[in-house]
């Protein structure tokens, strides 16, 4: 176990190292400054009990804080009013040797960009990789292909860029890292407070019609659909909205949520931090089959950052209300908040002696089928949209990839060989991430891990 009071050593020692890490991958020495301490901050409360060496787990946590800020556009221009003072080096110095790799990498996708930086610059074996970014090793080395056959066309690389030598060191960065520690703890004794009241609230509100069943968010394990749930909430349709405040510990989080109703038709609309998330058609009872996976892109867009409070609200749309002069609808909404667990802790159900046979797509004309085991590459003409259907028999995941970016990401947690589906259209955030255009050729690759049986994908155009 790494003792508590070995915390301030190894900031003294070793952050100077991981700074180049951050400056790597932000590109600018403010912002790595800002991430590693960010990263150190977390890495404290679960300092007694990392075992063995602590800087892997660093190492991750300054990945994966990297990962969750990335849509704040550390590298973009910023705007001010008067030029500041250079020391040093030229004012011309963005262009020189030592920024071009920088430059290089920036215009690489993230993942690849992440996947290098601890490769080549780190050291770290694919198998450490794959373990820091939470990814299988092929998927790393994948990336670590894409990205070195697009450096190797980049004319401008030159040199490799250092830390900022004026950086904080020391005795000042560790006095800034405690701060951090000391303002955490103060945002979470915060939200647990809000989340009490908001609880008491809810509490006083819920008031279901006897003899009613609805369902219940209570009811939901604690592992669920590969996740750990750490936060829910429930309130009846009386209340109109009820909300859920909670300190998130990591941005890579699902929202699973649901409604139920009686003889009214009713749908809750969900939002995050007020920003609109998705609206739920209601049911009999709490299924929770509506899940909103948070990404990198989502967080930002919601505003959810680890370590501080966020909020969640549901909103009952489209039910009588007293103004009608009706009584209020029996009926109930709920969310709960999970995080991922890694595949490798999570407490997947016995396989059986026999495993089913795998049943097949429909034969349906221009849909093509990939199968298992190994990762699978095709090409297509992008026509506006993709639909993808995928099947497997045994619990793991098939990551589907277009032009190199990760699209979806199809999941199966035990061997009832449930149905996946999704859709890339013009209209999403993926697709015009990509820049994608009608008639252009596109490489589609399914990546599949820890799957032990058989699986297939299809992949439609529009139309069929």
Not at 180 to 189: A, D, F, G
Not at 226 to 255: C, K, N, Y
Not at 271 to 288: H, P, Q, W
Not at 322 to 329: E, F, G, I, L, V
Request: hydrophobic share 40%; net charge neutral; proline share 7%.
């Amino acid at each position: 176990m790494a003792d508590t009071a070995t915390f301030d050593e190894f900031v003294t020692m070793r952050s100077r190292h991981l700074l180049r890490i951050a400056y790597l991958l932000s590109g600018d020495h403010i912002l790595a400054e800002d991430l590693l301490q960010t990263a150190l901050a977390k890495s404290w409360t679960a300092w007694r009990r990392i075992q063995g060496d602590p800087e892997p787990y660093v190492r991750r946590v300054l990945v994966n804080t990297y990962n969750s800020w990335w849509r704040r556009r550390w590298h973009g221009e910023r705007p001010t009013e008067t030029l500041p003072e250079h020391a040093g080096p030229s004012p011309h110095s963005a262009v020189d040797e030592r920024d071009q790799l920088w430059r290089a990498l920036d215009r690489l996708p993230r993942q690849q960009r992440v996947v290098l930086v601890l490769r080549y610059f780190e050291d770290l074996t694919e198998a450490e990789i794959a373990r820091t970014m939470d990814i299988s090793p092929g998927a790393v080395k994948a990336y670590a292909s894409r990205g070195l056959a697009t450096l190797r066309l980049d004319p401008t690389l030159r040199a490799l860029p250092q830390a900022d030598e004026d950086a904080p060191a020391g005795n000042e960065r560790l006095v800034a890292v405690h701060r951090r520690i000391t303002q955490r703890r103060r945002s979470r004794l915060s939200a647990a407070a809000a989340a009490c009241l908001i609880v008491v609230a809810a509490i006083s509100g819920y008031a279901l019609a006897p003899g009613l069943d609805r369902g219940d968010v209570a009811d939901l394990p604690e592992l669920y659909r590969g996740h750990r749930i750490v936060a829910r909430m429930q309130a009846s349709f009386a209340q109109r909205s009820a909300e859920l405040m909670w300190t998130p510990g990591t941005t890579d989080l699902t929202l699973f949520g649901d409604c139920a109703t009686g003889t009214l038709p009713a749908e809750v609309e969900l939002s995050v931090n007020d920003a609109y998330v998705t609206t739920i058609a209601c049911g009999t009872r709490l299924e929770f089959a509506v899940a909103r996976a948070m990404t990198a892109r989502t967080a930002a867009a919601w505003n959810v950052r680890a370590g501080q409070p966020a909020r969640i609200t549901l909103t009952v749309v489209g039910a009588a209300t007293p103004s009608d002069q009706r009584a209020p609808d029996d009926g109930v909404m709920a969310v709960a908040v999970a995080e991922r667990v890694p595949f490798e802790q999570y407490p997947l159900p016995p396989r059986p002696a026999r495993l089913d046979p795998l049943e097949g797509p429909d034969t349906a004309p221009g849909r093509v089928r990939l199968d298992g085991p190994e990762a699978q590459v095709i090409s297509g003409v992008w026509r506006g949209s993709l639909t993808f259907r995928a099947r497997a028999q045994t619990p793991g995941s098939l990551l589907v990839s277009v032009n190199g970016i990760p699209v979806e990401n199809f999941e199966w947690w035990d061997y009832e060989q449930g149905n996946r589906a999704g859709l890339l259209d013009a209209d999403s955030a993926d697709a015009r991430r990509l820049g994608l255009v009608t008639g252009q050729t596109v490489v589609i690759t399914v990546e599949p891990e820890h799957m032990t049986g058989d699986w297939w994908l299809t992949v439609a155009p529009p139309g069929t």
